[in-house]
Each structure stands twice: as C-alpha cells, then as structure tokens.
C-alpha cells in the first residue's frame, strides 16, 4: 500500500481556515487521494477525494501539487465542531481504504 | 435515507464466550467492510464483501472470526471464542461502487470489551 505522511497534530482558531498537509511522495498514477475524519466516539467519515485536479465540496476543498507528491485538505472555516483526526489515504481503484495515523486537528474557541 | 447501522453499540463479554456483531449497510450498496480498532492502534482492514461473496479477507486475524453476508444484505462478525486482545471498536462501511465516487459510509461502531 502507497504511504502517506501527514503531522501528528495541528491547531487553529475557531472561525478560521485550516491547511491540513500530506504527502505521499511514492504515489502512483492510478491512486486516488481519499481524506476521512473520525470525529469523537463516531465511525469515520468521508471528506473528499481527488485524481489530479483540485476538488471542492460542501466539507471541504482538496489542493493536489502538480507532481501529485503532495495534498493538502483545507477547512475554509474551521468551527468546534471539525476538531476530528483527519486521515489521507491513498486509494487505488477497486482496493479498499487503510488507515494510517491521521492528523489530530484541535480547534480553539 | 438509514446509514450503515451496526448492533450492538456495546457488548461485554467474559474471555472465552461468544460475540456477533451485526451490520446492516445502507440499502443498494453490495460492497460492506469490517474494520475495527484496537485501543491506542490505527483502524485495521478486516475484510470486504461484494455481495455475499467475500473479495478480500486479507485483515482477518485468526480462524476465532467469521464473516458472513447470506444474502447480500446484512452481514455479521462473529468471535468464538473471544480473547482479551478482540477488544476494541469494530465499524462496518458500505459503498455502492467502488469505481465511481469510492466514497465509504462508516456506520457508529460496535464497542466490544472482552474481560
């Protein structure tokens, strides 16, 4: 399975953007970028996925580097309610999705 | 329209008994997965059921767990017997195709504690 490398934790402020970065530098061109959360004491929940072009959702919106060597997941404007452990999964098609350590985002009132 | 749901949200059993957990997917979706977390480790992989056909069962840790989806509908995990090292939170996941959006729909958890 592709790896991916993403910070222990992160913090920002209520009511601001956050920039959650990964890398997954032994990407491959099939794979897909899959972001979950896991919010407390909840099964985890699909964010957003992307190929190689940039995505936006109602969640959230996907930054894909060029060289697809890197992603980041960004929360225009994060609220309590987002702090979660935030994981980026490389996907290919037809596999299933592994879960690494993921981001732990604190959010501050 | 229901998520994935799974029953029960908590169990605790004595070692050596018997658990099922059951999962009921969201109607349509042929693909269901068992996950489960171990306290303090990642979310590991059991298997995957397309259908009632089991396509993946390359996470299942022993011969003590047995998966099964009669049907092609719900599907349930059964530990037998079960061991203190089984405790942990198991989550099923349903999808409706795997080429399209690949988006998995998590249900809340089985807790199971195993004394």
């Known amino acids: 399975d592709a790896k991916t490398t993403q910070p222990n934790s992160m913090e920002s402020n209520e009511e601001e953007p956050v920039h959650l970065p990964c890398n997954h530098s032994?990407?491959?061109?099939?794979?897909?970028i899959h972001w979950y959360r896991q919010l407390p004491s909840q099964g985890p929940e699909y964010v957003i996925h992307?190929?190689?072009s940039n995505v936006n959702n109602r969640m959230a919106s996907l930054a894909i580097a060029e060289d697809r060597k890197s992603s980041t997941l960004i929360l225009h404007r994060a609220t309590l309610r987002d702090a979660a452990v935030y994981y980026c999964?490389?996907?290919?098609?037809?596999?299933?999705?592994?879960f690494g350590k993921g981001t732990r985002l604190h959010i501050l009132p | 329209e229901a998520g994935v749901t799974q029953f029960p949200s908590h169990s605790v059993i004595e070692k050596g008994q018997t658990v099922t957990l059951r999962c009921d997917p969201i109607?349509?979706?042929?693909?269901l997965y068992w996950y489960r977390r171990v306290m303090g480790k990642e979310i590991k992989f059991l298997l995957h059921?397309?259908?009632?056909?089991?396509?993946?069962e390359s996470g299942m840790p022993n011969n003590r767990f047995l998966a099964e989806r009669t049907g092609g509908t719900y599907s349930t995990l059964k530990v037998q017997p079960a061991e203190l090292e089984d405790s942990g939170v198991y989550f099923c996941?349903?999808?409706?195709?795997?080429?399209?959006?690949?988006?998995?729909?998590f249900g809340e958890g089985s807790r199971l504690t195993v004394l």
């Open positions: 996941a349903s999808s409706q195709d795997l080429i399209n959006t690949g988006e998995l729909f």
């Open positions: 032994t990407i491959s061109g099939t794979d897909y």
């Open positions: 992307g190929l190689t």
């Open positions: 999964i490389l996907r290919a098609q037809d596999d299933k999705i592994i």
């Open positions: 109607s349509g979706h042929d693909n």
């Open positions: 059921f397309v259908k009632e056909s089991k396509q993946d």
